[in-house]
């Protein structure tokens, strides 16, 4: 293995090779000219990237796959234990700040999400994620603006502050 240049040592693994794990990772843009991108700011104890500004996502658990699809699954579940938007559905259309409340008790309490979601009567809306490079890779599926979609941070209190828009390159 190579000598790690000065500074970098503690910053970057240096072990041997890990084996990658499927995970997800969620990038929600609003805007077009110039758009922003929501990104958070990992705690600075951190095992992983501490301090770093990233997109919300992690590792497919094993429950995901109760959700249907588990990439998406995991998306969905991430997006909400991370910054508490909850990219689900039920009969009144998407999930509203109530919703997310119910399910972070019954998660608090120690309910699978999955688990959480069906009591609820909420579904997670995998149709509003898209692959990378699709055309309509963005929260609202392309129809709804994300500062005016109910899950969205814009329209939600409980926000974490180490949660931000940021401008995209241009």
């Not at 890990?18 to 609003?30: D, Q, S």
């Not at 509003?128 to 329209?155: D, F, I, M, Q, Y």
């Not at 949660?163 to 995209?168: D, M």
């Amino acid at each position: 293995m190579s000598q790690l240049p000065p500074g970098l040592a503690g910053q970057v693994h240096d072990g041997p090779p890990v084996k990658p794990l499927p995970a997800a990772t969620v990038l929600l843009i609003r805007g077009s000219e110039p758009w922003e991108v929501l990104m958070l700011r990992r705690p600075g104890g951190a095992d992983f990237a501490p301090g770093a500004n990233v997109f919300p996502g992690g590792s497919v658990h094993a429950d995901d796959r109760l959700l249907g699809d588990p990439l998406r699954g995991a998306a969905v579940r991430e997006l909400f234990e991370e910054l508490g938007i909850l990219l689900a559905r039920g009969a009144r259309g998407f999930a509203d700040e109530a919703d997310a409340e119910r399910i972070r008790l019954r998660v608090a309490h120690g309910v699978s999400f999955p688990t959480a979601l069906k009591e609820a009567h909420l579904e997670p809306a995998l149709e509003e994620l898209h692959p990378a490079g699709s055309p309509r890779s963005n929260c609202g599926g392309g129809s709804t603006p994300v500062s005016t979609w109910p899950g969205c941070p814009k329209a939600r209190r409980s926000t974490p502050s180490l949660a931000r828009w940021r401008p995209g390159p241009g």
